[in-house]
């Protein structure tokens, strides 16, 4: 058991290369995979980048979500921590046992079965957008026209929120998920939503219609305080991470144009491609992160109790000794194991709802459209380097 010996470092977010993790990511996995790290409010914790590590930690129950005991790694995302502490329902940032309960309520709403029978309507979705850039014609902005608004519509059905409203949601979204937004905006943004989603929820009690809100509402005990936070939490989970996934990996597939006609041709290869682009791209770029609730043991690591932890997911996602060749696309490879919708009971609970929305969409889209290309210079797509998901935040194609 060794403690720290190495100099605390801060975590990079600038990139190289659109696809790739920060540089330096790599280079400490190498040297060590656990390392000190220096938070912007002077705390000292741990940065952790191999994959085994941060395998562990996600399942440690040693190791706690609770907001109030954590550090954040950027200095920027403090006002979103902060925002969140101790609201009802925010199943998120609590441990077992308040995590079990609100959990154990949503876990039969997003199997692999309920899954299977929103399919032919989410192919319905995805034939109604494409037949809307067909008319339109190119160039137009994929996330706007494709990506973001076949997420957000089925999440909207699935929970019952009115898809009329999304230009609001989606505003408070981006706001809550900036990095550069300010502690007033970000709880501005947080009170408009809970506001807007409270007034659903006592809508869904006064006159239930067919849908998850509706459902909670009058099957548990759940007070209006609490099913407002599931709905916030389970709105903009449903519809970013998804959405930024489906810009970022055509984006991925249109410069590797090998790839992308797997996918487009090969309807067996859909599947892994799908985990693959998981992997490869690794949307959630900052943290998850976790506090010690005692001194533990990590691939031989002494982590005090009170130190937090930020896992890298995307730099153990592209760890060698998990996965070969790890910094290479490549859709036909069996990536499954990546750490991606994480792991242990904080696990993605809508990841099978992503992963069908995926494997429809992406090859949907490319046998629509086969000679779909970038519509501007790939050096002028701007990311979203300034946000907490990652992606593009437009992406001009035509055909």
Same mark, same amino acid.
């Not at 037949?131 to 994929?142: H, K, N, S, T, V």
């Not at 505003?171 to 408009?192: G, K």
């Given at each position: 058991m060794t403690e720290a010996t190495t100099h605390p470092v801060t975590l990079p977010l600038t990139r190289v290369h659109p696809f790739d993790p920060p540089e330096d990511l790599a280079l400490w996995r190498e040297e060590d995979p656990i390392r000190p790290l220096a938070y912007p409010d002077g705390h000292q914790g741990w940065l952790v980048t191999g994959y085994a590590a941060a395998r562990a930690i996600l399942a440690d129950p040693r190791f706690s979500t609770r907001i109030d005991l954590l550090h954040t790694p950027i200095a920027q995302r403090d006002a979103q921590f902060r925002s969140t502490v101790r609201r009802p329902g925010f199943f998120l940032r609590m441990d077992p046992p308040d995590h079990t309960r609100y959990r154990r309520l949503l876990t039969g709403q997003f199997t692999v079965r309920r899954m299977k029978q929103l399919e032919p309507r989410i192919e319905e979705i995805t034939r109604d957008h494409l037949?809307?850039?067909? #008319?339109?014609?190119? @160039?137009?902005?994929?996330v706007r026209a494709f990506a973001l608004p076949i997420p957000s519509l089925v999440i909207c059905e699935l929970l019952g929120v009115p898809y009329d409203d999304r230009e609001k949601f989606? #505003?408070?979204?981006?706001?809550?998920?900036?990095?550069?937004? /300010?502690? $007033?905006?970000? $709880?501005?943004?947080?009170?408009?939503?809970? %506001?807007?989603?409270?007034?659903?929820? #006592?809508?869904? #009690?006064? $006159? @239930?219609?067919?849908?998850?809100?509706?459902?909670?509402?009058?099957? /548990? %005990?759940? /007070?209006?305080? $609490?099913l407002t936070g599931i709905t916030t939490l389970l709105l903009i989970a449903g519809h970013e991470t998804t959405a930024n996934m489906l810009g970022l990996g055509t984006y991925a597939l249109l410069r590797n144009p090998a790839q992308l006609a797997a996918v487009r041709d090969d309807p067996e290869v859909v599947e892994h491609a799908v985990e693959e682009l998981l992997r490869y791209l690794t949307v959630v770029h900052i943290g998850p992160v976790r506090a010690a609730l005692e001194d533990v043991e990590i691939d031989g690591r002494l982590i005090r109790a009170g130190e937090t932890v930020t896992i890298s997911v995307a730099a153990a996602n592209r760890d060698p000794e998990r996965f070969s060749e790890p910094d290479q696309l490549d859709v036909a490879r069996p990536a499954s194991g990546h750490l991606t919708f994480g792991h242990g009971i904080h696990q993605c609970l809508g990841q099978q709802l992503a992963r069908t929305e995926m494997r429809i969409a992406y090859p949907a889209l490319l046998r629509r459209f086969p000679g779909l290309r970038l519509a501007v210079p790939a050096e002028e797509v701007p990311m979203r380097t300034d946000m907490v998901v990652y992606g593009v935040h437009r992406l001009p194609v035509t055909w």
């Open positions: 037949d809307a850039m067909e #008319r339109a014609g190119g @160039p137009i902005d994929l989606q #505003r408070d979204s981006s706001v809550l998920l900036s990095l550069d937004s /300010t502690l $007033e905006q970000v $709880e501005a943004a947080m009170q408009d939503l809970l %506001d807007y989603l409270g007034d659903l929820v #006592r809508h869904k #009690r006064a $006159e @239930p219609e067919d849908d998850l809100v509706s459902g909670l509402a009058a099957d /548990t %005990d759940l /007070t209006d305080e $609490e």
